[in-house]
Structures are given as C-alpha cells and as structure tokens.
C-alpha cells in the first residue's frame, strides 16, 4: 500500500528536499517503535505514518495542516531535519486538490515539505479540482476524504521532534485532529 500511495496520480506538486540538511542517513538508526526504512538512494530514515479521516475544500471550506519540528541539536555540524509527506487517501471525492504552501499554489495530489529543525509550514488545501484529457481545474465540488501523512528523519530523536502535525478544516463547523507522539 505504501508504493501505491507514493504514486497517486499523474499530477504532482513535489517540494524536493534541497535545503542544506540532513533527512536521512548513511548508517542505521535506532528507530524505537517507529519503522526504519532504507530509501532509493540507499540511505536510512526512522519513518513514522498515520491517516488524518477526514478533510474538505471548497464551497467555503478549507484545510490548513501547519507542521512544526522542534529543535534538535545538529550532528557534525549538519542541521537535520523531517521529510513530510502528504497525498489524497483512498476514498477521497476527488484525485487533485488545489492549494500548496507558503503562497505557493498549485494542483496536487501529493506534496513533500521537508522542514528544518526548529521551523514550521503550513499546508493549505483550497478548493477541489477536476482533471480530464485536456489538463485540470479548479471546480465548485466539495472535496473531502481521508488524508495519509508519513515522516522521515534522520533519527527517532528528529521523527519525535516533528510529529506535532495538526489538521483543521475550516467552515460551517472546524474538525480538529493531530498526529502526536
């Protein structure tokens, strides 16, 4: 189910993990109780994994899932960090969604903020989109579903330091859920 989720669909908005920091390691990490994993670039990461039930967008509904990684001390003078994943879960009403961070919006269906040490994000999820052969757009459909999230670090002291994600959805009513240690 992991790779199945890890290509969703065609469209994409990806943030790749470019900044000056560590996601991953060379070595095997204790991961404690959450799953070490080895990536395709044959490094290792502590992974953590969890679905949010529910979000909408559209119609007057929004979603914001702010990310927070408290600080963690660099190893050998290098800054680590949490890769963050989200994507659309099964049984979600639509295949893309419309929105993005820091401002910069867009199409998607999965997204990757990796965010540094002691710094946040915010992810806004806007308004449902419609795809066919001639490309996407933007609908008046409410979008809702379940949402997946997983985590990568370094190390389980990094994973622990960034599970504090918080998804609200904001409308008629605001739904409230968090993924905590």
């Known amino acids: 189910m992991k790779l199945s989720l890890r290509v969703l669909a065609a469209v994409v908005c990806a943030i790749p993990a470019v900044l000056p920091a560590q996601f991953s390691t060379s070595t095997q990490p204790d991961c404690g109780k959450y799953t070490l994993v080895r990536l395709a670039d044959g490094s290792f990461a502590c992974e953590r994994y969890a679905t949010f039930p529910w979000f909408a967008a559209g119609q007057g509904w929004s979603t914001q899932i702010p990310m927070f990684t408290a600080p963690v001390a660099p190893v050998n003078g ?3 960090g949490v890769q963050f994943q989200f994507g659309l879960g099964p049984g979600a009403s639509v295949t893309a969604v419309y929105g993005g961070l820091a ?3 867009g199409t998607f269906n ?11 994000a915010r992810l806004d ?4 989109v419609g795809c066919g052969f001639a490309g996407c757009f933007l609908t008046n459909d409410l979008a809702y579903g379940p949402l997946w999230v997983q985590m ?3 190390d389980l002291q990094t994973l622990e330091a960034g599970t504090s994600v918080r998804l609200s959805v904001s409308g008629a009513a605001v739904s409230d859920c968090r993924v905590n240690s």
């Open 110 to 120: 999965f997204v990757q903020p990796p965010i540094l040490a002691a710094n946040s």
């Open 125 to 128: 999820i806007l308004s449902a």
């Open 78 to 80: 290098q800054t680590r």
């Open 152 to 154: 990568d670090a370094p």
């Open 103 to 105: 401002g910069s919006y």
